[in-house]
């Protein structure tokens, strides 16, 4: 009898642990060059940065952190140098259940990262690459105009404003084909409510009635929902 309970006990135990591992987030890498400093895994809730796992580095700096995800969402891994320094000091990525890598090097934390394990990640890079090169001609655009030797006249200045409107819609245009050529990556209702919370609503409906099941029902399809619904 006592054996019989005591197999019994140790298969509720196991139970109870995969069911905990169950959708959980694990994530670990190594910070190349980091001798001392704290690691936060962080996710917004309700608008405020909150800090579900940490670690303190003291002489290697390998890290493994975990957290319970509910639904894919944007992480991130934040580094307390101690340097007085809140600059290079967090990495965004798209976290899903299961184990995501992050390789980077200490002084060149955010920018030199390497993460994998997660497939919206990968779209997520794939996104701000594309729209980076959008944006970058936006930029060209005021630095045409801050380089001007004298004051532009007013036709120079209408040109300027209409070439920076027209590549403006421009990146809505891409955001929106590009989530509507992705309506089964959890990447489709992110980029409509967190890039384009204020494109035509005709453009987000559109962008929601093709969610596969799965994505509408994530925690970006439902803020999507919501979203129409205002």
């Not at 290697?60 to 809140?86: H, Q």
């Amino acid at each position: 009898m006592k054996k019989l309970l005591f197999i019994l006990s140790a298969f509720l135990v196991i139970m109870s642990c995969d069911s905990k591992k169950e959708g959980s987030l694990v994530v670990n890498g190594k910070v190349k060059g980091l001798k001392k400093g704290t690691l936060y895994l962080q996710h917004l809730v309700d608008s405020s940065l909150v800090t579900v796992d940490s670690l303190e580095i003291d002489g290697d700096g390998s890290f493994s952190l975990t957290a319970d995800l509910e639904s894919p969402e944007i992480f991130y891994l934040y580094l307390n140098k101690k340097d007085n320094n809140d600059v290079n000091d967090r990495i965004t990525f798209f976290a899903e259940p299961g184990i995501i890598t992050i390789n980077t090097d200490w002084n060149t934390f955010d920018t030199n990262a390497k993460i994998t394990g997660s497939s919206s990640h990968e779209k997520l890079e794939d996104y701000r690459k594309a729209l980076s090169n959008i944006n970058k001609r936006n930029l060209e655009i005021m630095l045409e105009a801050s380089k001007a030797e004298k004051p532009l006249d007013q036709a120079i200045i209408d040109s300027l404003e209409r070439a920076s409107a027209k590549n403006t819609q421009k990146g809505y245009a891409f955001s929106i084909n590009f989530a509507l050529n992705n309506k089964d990556s959890y990447i489709a209702p992110y980029i409509a409510v967190k890039e384009i919370p204020d494109a035509n609503v005709k453009y987000l409906d559109s962008i929601y009635k093709v969610l596969t099941p799965e994505v509408a029902a994530s925690k970006y399809g439902m803020e999507l929902k919501e979203l129409l619904k205002k």
